[in-house]
């Protein structure tokens, strides 16, 4: 597949950070040329970018993408609550057709809104696989550990299935494998070392919940005598590898240890904040330290979108309001953080995460010809603070268009809907 898009303000998002007017031709999935002067190519799609701002396609660093199903189920409740009597029933009556259902729906949701990149913690994590394949993602996807099982698996069958999921699908182009032992209070130090050997046998990601509660802290301080981030750097867990969700309870020292290691940070603004976790991310700490912080939306039971627009807006309000500052999470940091920093989180930002010659074509097309986006004297500042999701026109991924005039071509969402709906009241009913 070739495609063309033609005379596009382009927000390449390179070392340099250069925005520039320009085309971009694509071929068998690689950005082949790209021309301030046009290109007169021939290609399978076309796209014009009169009126037009192509950019990285967005990377949701964390999320549980099957509940979708939960979206508004049990809104406006204590988070323990919320878990015991919402979210935890409804989850053990999980199946692979629901988990069809709800990875779909979120599948639908990040291409029409712009995200080409998500990493992916649940279960049924072969089903979300196959849907994200078929639908033409590129998705990081979790095996997740829990000591007392999953809906899908018994403890003691949870490492031999990982290491078959591992095998499946290691070396598919748009699915990556990913060990995700659930949290230092959900694993034991022996399943947090397994974990650990797992990932550095087949040179994978780790990703887990990591300090996103006060609780979290008290809990694992009570059981183990250290916090979270000290028992996932005793069990071997914490390194260059490890995607750490949430870090809203992290201390100073425990910054300094992530970007020494070189670990990232997924951050959560938009749940943590609807869940009233308390914490903050220190993200101006992270940043000045040198640490890796990308952005994820959470699942959509504690958000209730995949909307990766409007968790860069919020990232960047929530930090500018608690620290009284409105110079701190610049747009461009806060557009960093979703694109290249999202890449480098996942170990692919030599592959995507900016427009560059040689690099895979994960691109979207935004339509500032709007007129909340009228005038533009910053198309960075147009991203981060007043874009919607709504306004992306098409999104490509490794060169692929599976959405083209708000047309998605991979999923028939019609379709996808009301088979969302079916299930989603068919495993919440009492």
Same mark, same amino acid.
């Given at each position: 597949m070739s495609v063309l898009i033609k005379d596009a303000v382009i927000v390449s998002q390179d070392e340099k950070r250069r925005i520039f007017k320009g085309s971009i031709y694509i071929e068998d999935g690689i950005i082949?040329?790209?021309?301030?002067?046009? $290109?007169?190519?021939?290609?399978? %799609?076309?796209?014009?970018?009169?009126?037009?701002?192509?950019? *990285?396609?967005?990377?949701?660093?964390?999320?549980? #993408? *099957?509940?979708?199903? %939960?979206?508004?189920?049990?809104?406006?409740?204590?988070?323990?609550?919320?878990?015991k009597k919402r979210i935890w029933p409804a989850e053990a009556r999980l199946d692979r057709n629901a988990v069809k259902a709800g990875t779909d729906l979120g599948l639908l949701e990040m291409i029409l809104s712009g995200t080409t990149c998500y990493a992916d913690m649940y279960f049924f994590e072969d089903t979300i696989a196959e849907r994200t394949k078929k639908a033409g993602l590129r998705g990081f996807l979790g095996f997740s550990f829990l000591d007392f099982g999953t809906p899908e698996y018994k403890?003691?069958?949870?490492?031999?299935?990982?290491? &078959? %999921?591992?095998?499946?699908?290691?070396?598919?182009?748009?699915?990556?494998?990913?060990?995700?032992?659930?949290?230092?209070?959900t694993c034991s130090p022996e399943t947090l070392m397994k974990c650990s050997e797992l990932s550095k046998k087949y040179n994978l990601i780790i990703h887990t919940h990591c300090s996103e509660t006060q609780q979290e802290i008290y809990d694992v301080k009570n059981r183990y005598g250290v916090r979270p981030l000290e028992q996932f750097e005793r069990t071997g867990i914490l390194s260059n590898r490890t995607l750490l969700a949430h870090c809203g309870w992290i201390t100073k020292g425990e910054v300094k240890k992530i970007a020494k290691v070189g670990a990232s940070v997924s951050h959560c603004p938009v749940s943590n904040m609807k869940l009233a976790?308390?914490?903050?991310?220190?993200?101006?700490?992270?940043? &000045?330290?040198?640490a890796n912080v990308s952005i994820g939306t959470d699942g959509a039971a504690s958000n209730n979108t995949l909307d990766m627009f409007e968790s860069m807006k919020f990232t960047a309000l929530l930090h500018k309001h608690h620290r009284w500052d409105p110079c701190v999470a610049k747009a461009q940091q806060v557009l960093d953080m979703a694109t290249?920093?999202?890449?480098?989180?996942?170990?692919?930002?030599?592959?995507?995460?900016?427009?560059?010659?040689?690099?895979?074509?994960? #691109?979207?097309?935004?339509? %500032?010809?709007?007129?909340?986006?009228? *005038?533009?004297? &910053? /198309?960075?500042?147009? $991203?981060?603070?007043?874009?919607?999701?709504?306004?992306? /026109?098409?999104?490509?991924?490794?060169?692929?268009?599976?959405?083209? &005039?708000?047309?998605?071509?991979?999923?028939?969402?019609?379709?996808?809907?009301?088979?969302?709906?079916?299930?989603?009241?068919?495993?919440?009913?009492?």
């Open positions: 082949k040329e790209i021309s301030e002067k046009g $290109l007169a190519i021939e290609a399978d %799609f076309k796209i014009s970018g009169n009126g037009k701002v192509v950019l *990285p396609g967005l990377i949701n660093t964390h999320t549980h #993408i *099957p509940m979708t199903l %939960f979206r508004g189920y049990g809104d406006d409740m204590a988070l323990e609550d919320w878990l403890r003691e069958e949870l490492f031999s299935r990982c290491e &078959d %999921f591992i095998k499946r699908w290691i070396n598919e182009k748009l699915i990556t494998p990913v060990i995700a032992p659930h949290s230092s209070y976790t308390g914490g903050y991310m220190p993200l101006p700490e992270l940043i &000045d330290e040198g290249i920093g999202g890449a480098k989180a996942l170990g692919i930002d030599g592959k995507i995460g900016s427009i560059e010659e040689g690099k895979v074509a994960d #691109i979207i097309v935004v339509d %500032f010809k709007k007129a909340h986006l009228t *005038p533009i004297h &910053d /198309v960075v500042s147009h $991203l981060v603070y007043a874009v919607r999701s709504s306004d992306v /026109v098409a999104t490509i991924v490794n060169g692929k268009v599976l959405m083209i &005039d708000r047309n998605v071509l991979t999923l028939k969402e019609d379709e996808v809907l009301e088979f969302a709906q079916k299930e989603a009241l068919r495993i919440t009913s009492d």
